[in-house]
C-alpha cells in the first residue's frame, strides 16, 4: 500500500482587514483546487480566523497524521522563526500521534521578483519614458528582528540588479526605519524625478493600505515629482507554484534556513538580549484550546529556542 504524501498546512500571519484575510482563505482554497491529491487546509496564528490550531484540527479530523507546514511570509522574522514553530509544537501536544516538517517563508525568490516587476510595469502603464528614469521604493512590512529587515534590503538589490531601474531603495511601513515618507524623501535627494512605491506584501490589508496611503499624502506635498503606487503581489500563479516548492522542500527535508544573523542565536548589537530566549505561540481569541505552551524549534539544522 503507498505511503499517502504529507498533508500541507499554510500558516499566516493573520490581519483585522477582512478582505486580507478572505484572500489568504480564497488562496489556500485555490491550493486545495490544484491539487487534489493533497489534504490542504490553513489558518492564521493571530487576529483573523480560522486560527492555526483549527486548521490542524481539520487535517487530523480528515485522518491526517503527518503535514508539512509553509508559513505564507515573505521574510523570516519573529513569527516565522518562533511563533509559528511554537504553535506547532503546541498541536503535537493536541494531537498525539501526529509530525510535521516546517518550510522556509517564501522570499526572495526569482519568481516573486518577476511578480513584483510586473506590478511596476503596470504602475507606469500609459506614462513614457525609460525605466533608467524610474526609482522604485520597496515597503517592506518592518521588523524589531534586522535579519529579516536585511532581507527586504536584498529583495530590493536582486530587483534592481540586471533590470534598469534607475535604482531600487528600501523603507518600512512599521516597527523599523526608514518610514515611506523617508524613503521618499531619500529618493528625492538621490534626485529621483519619477517614483513607484512597490509594497512587499502578499496581499491587501491594514498596512498595504497605509503605505498608498503615506504616498499619497508624500506626492500631494511634492507636485513637481511624479509618484506613482504599485499594487501588493496578490494570488498570482507563481505564488501557488512557490508554495509547492516550498512544501516540496520541507518534505524532503531540504529547508536551507539561514541561522547566519538569526537575533535568537547569534549576539548582534543591540540585541544580545534576545539570544536563547524561549518561544511561545500567540493567543489566538478564535481558540479554543487553553493551554500555552512552550515549543522548540530546529531552525535550519540548528536546535534553538526563541521568542518573538
Not at 35 to 40: A, K, Q, R, Y
Not at 148 to 173: D, I, M, P, S
Not at 198 to 205: E, K
Request: hydrophobic share 40%; charged share 25%; proline share 8%.
Amino acid at each position: 500500500m503507498t505511503t499517502p504524501p504529507p498533508a500541507l498546512l499554510i500558516a499566516g500571519h493573520g490581519t483585522r482587514d477582512e478582505a486580507g484575510a478572505e484572500a489568504f482563505r480564497d488562496f489556500v482554497r485555490e491550493l486545495g483546487r490544484r491539487h487534489p491529491e493533497l489534504p490542504v487546509a490553513g489558518g492564521f496564528i493571530e487576529l483573523s480566523p480560522p486560527p492555526l490550531g483549527e486548521a490542524v484540527a481539520d487535517l487530523v479530523d480528515r485522518g491526517v497524521r503527518r503535514f508539512a507546514a509553509v508559513p505564507l511570509m515573505l521574510v523570516s522574522a519573529g513569527h516565522a522563526k518562533g511563533d509559528i514553530p511554537a504553535a506547532l509544537s503546541r498541536e503535537k501536544e493536541r494531537h498525539p500521534g501526529i509530525s510535521y516538517t516546517y518550510g522556509r517563508p517564501l522570499g526572495p525568490h526569482p519568481a516573486l521578483l518577476n511578480v513584483l516587476e510586473r506590478r511596476l510595469e503596470e504602475a507606469l502603464a500609459g506614462t513614457s519614458g525609460e525605466r533608467s528614469d524610474v526609482t522604485v521604493l520597496l515597503v517592506g512590512r518592518g521588523s524589531t528582528d534586522p535579519d529579516a529587515n536585511a532581507e527586504v534590503h536584498k529583495a530590493a538589490r536582486l530587483l534592481w540588479e540586471g533590470r534598469g531601474w534607475a535604482g531600487v531603495e528600501t523603507a518600512f511601513v512599521s516597527l523599523a526605519a526608514p518610514d515611506v515618507p523617508s524613503g521618499l524623501d531619500r529618493c528625492a535627494r538621490l534626485g529621483a524625478r519619477r517614483i513607484v512605491v512597490l509594497p512587499y506584501f502578499l496581499f491587501t490589508g491594514i498596512l498595504p493600505d497605509r503605505v498608498r496611503r503615506q504616498t499619497e499624502e508624500w506626492a500631494a506635498a511634492h507636485p513637481d515629482l511624479e509618484v506613482r503606487s504599485a499594487d501588493v503581489i496578490g494570488p498570482e500563479p507563481e505564488l501557488l507554484d512557490l508554495v509547492m516548492e516550498r512544501y516540496a522542500e520541507a518534505v524532503k527535508g531540504d529547508l536551507r534556513m539561514n541561522c547566519d544573523s538569526c537575533v535568537y542565536r547569534i549576539a548582534l548589537p543591540g540585541f544580545e538580549d534576545k539570544v536563547g530566549l524561549p518561544q511561545q505561540p500567540h493567543f489566538h481569541p478564535d481558540d479554543d484550546g487553553h493551554d500555552h505552551g512552550h515549543g522548540h524549534h530546529q531552525h535550519g539544522g540548528h536546535s534553538h529556542s526563541h521568542a518573538h
